[in-house]
């Protein structure tokens, strides 16, 4: 709309503030207040408005300038020039009141035609005229509520119920979502859904067939490693087990009789030892005695020996003194036969007699050494002989204590012979100790079995059998996962597997808690592909020790592909792309603050990156702390004007899905989500006069209540990429939408 203020005297006003609406007669679309900015030429404002179709309008004007304030109301037309039109009288505007006349007018033909008569009477009476009266106040006290307490642009129930919802929104002020280019650290990265897998997965299998009779464990539980999960019936194991223990037990005892005769073996031995010990001493002493008895007869010998020379010597002094004493004969007879013819003295005599005496006594003394010489040697006779006897005697001793210790040392070798085969025996005994002990190991082993443990510390992620149940050996009764750690995965197709090395960082977001991603590294990268489906897996180990991620939890994974450098980005939704014939061209709406809050775009073309994680790099065409336009509408223009009702946020990757719903609608009118996982959108009603009191999601049959002012967070499952997700108020007035990217 173009407007000309002149005050009275035909001069135009400039500086006037000028607010304009303009909707059709009592039938509002969602038209906003507009605010008329100054024209080429003094006193001229133009105002955006929106004539969605033809036929009569009224244009609301309010002026607040230096000479005052006014308002008015303008009848407008389509294909009306407003500057030669003037006020009247207009036939259109009876057309509802003709249209009950007509309809009156009908009615009355009818009963004519068909006979009938009205009667008045019976028409009015006191109760009929006291309900039209009731519902005269009624229709008036609704009229007045409309006329007086509706506010300005809002729409009555009929006319929302009429009305096109469909209709585009006027032109003017667009309602946008601003967003600021942000100077941060930026690594490409690749973004697919992934699952998460036990580090350990067992299944709990029972080795011997027997009825469940407990199972006190259930889904969710935490078991530790050793925990007994389920018993089995051993009534049939027990009786087996028994008489294993009653069989180790004999041959126990037959090991402890093989002992003792192996003990008394060893005595035995020890004591043929000692005999054996005694009898080579008994040897010993004899053969010391015999050498003895050898020695004494050598000694005899010559004791013989000497006694005999001495014999020869005594009797050599006896010839000796018999042949003095025959000399000291003869010479006394001869000193006689002297001494009587007085040759020699007496005293001559006497010794003559003397010396003959002598020698009669030295031969008596010769003779008793011989007899004594002779008797030394009978008695060195005597003495050899008693030796030799003696010798005789030790020899057959010598022979009879080594006959002794021949026969102590037989006894030796068969007590060590007998032992040997006590100890073989012990042996014996005690390998069938052994073979009964396996034996009842094995037994209880088997009744062991009747206890299925767990192998891990985890979680209980499927009960397979109810107590009670019979099972044989190898089937699942439980299945368990270890999830401190815990593995996740994703299937990536070759194109990015090769970009992808252990040691890179993962990203990770689990269902209903976009808003706080945790942080994992690539642990290993498949080495093949499935022939079917061309990926292969690429797995991250979380050390889950909270527990937060459980087994086979939907999750999405942002895996990086390359280095971490800083760059200015911006979400990937405020980049357009347009194919030119120099190829596809990247372009994004910068929007730059103007007057009251409001804001001017412009295009501008950038050069882009790979996107990552719902941002995209910018190499050049911005500057960080620049404004964009978010997922910008089709309707933008070069020099457009758009508002934010909410205040402009920064390019983040977990950015908020935040939906305002304000006298405009849905602001702003289209989200952007990721595709294939969960996410989350939160919903604040500003306007207190508006359908938009609730929130639906028809194709997931989603109703949530909205009160004012108070945020709703909504989460979403899963939606393909592509699909438009919409949400409407309950009277289908306002339309939103939610585009999985």
Known sequence: M????????????????IKTLAKMPGMSMGEREQLATPGSSGGEYTAPAVFAMGGAYEATIEIEGPQGSGKTVLPLSTGEDTERAGGGFNLLSLWPWLLVAAALVFVVVRIRKSGQRVHAKS???RQVLLSLLVLGAALAIAVWAVKTQRREGAMTPIEAQVMEMNAPAPEGVIPVRLVKAELKEFAPTVSYSGQAVGFVEQDVVPRVTGAIVAMPVYVGDRVRKGQVLARLDTSQLDPMVGEKIAGVNTAQKGVDVAALEYQQALGSIAQAKAEASMAEGELAEARSML???????????SEVTSAEAEVKSMEAELAAAQADEEYQRQDLERMRALFEKGVISKDEWQKSQSDARKSSAMVDKARENVRRAQSAVSSARAMLKR??????????KVQQAQANVAAKRAAVRTSEAGAKASKSKVGQSAAGVAEAAASLRGATTQRGFAELKSNIDGLVTSRLVSPGTVVAPGQAVLKLAQVSPIRLQANVPESDLDRIAPGARVTVRSRGDEEHPLLATVTSVSPGLDPSSRT??????YPNTGGKIKPGQYLAMDITVGSVRDSVVV???AVLTETADQGNRSYAWIAKASANGEYTVSRKEVQVGPASGGLVPVSSGLSSGELLVDDP????????????????????????????ITDAGY?????????GRAFKVTFIRRASETCGTEVIFPSLSIRKELPLNVPVTIEIPPQPQGRQLEFTCPMNMLKGKAVPK
Not at 536 to 541: D, N, T
Not at 667 to 675: C, E, G, L, T, Y
């Open 2 to 17: 173009l407007i000309k203020v002149t005050d009275q005297s035909g001069k135009p006003v400039s500086g006037a503030t």
């Open 667 to 675: 602001v702003p009118p289209s989200i952007q989500v990721p595709a």
């Open 291 to 301: 050498e003895a008895t050898q020695q004494g007869r050598g000694s005899a010998e």
């Open 633 to 660: 509408p089709p309707s933008l223009v070069e020099g457009s004007r758009v508002s934010a009702p909410s205040q402009p946020v920064a390019a983040t990757n977990g950015k908020p899905q935040v939906v305002e």
């Open 571 to 573: 979400p990937s939704s």
């Open 123 to 125: 028409l009015f009476t």
């Open 536 to 541: 292969g897996i690429v797995e991250a180990l």
């Open 387 to 396: 030796t030799d006897a003696e010798i005789s005697a030790a020899g057959r």
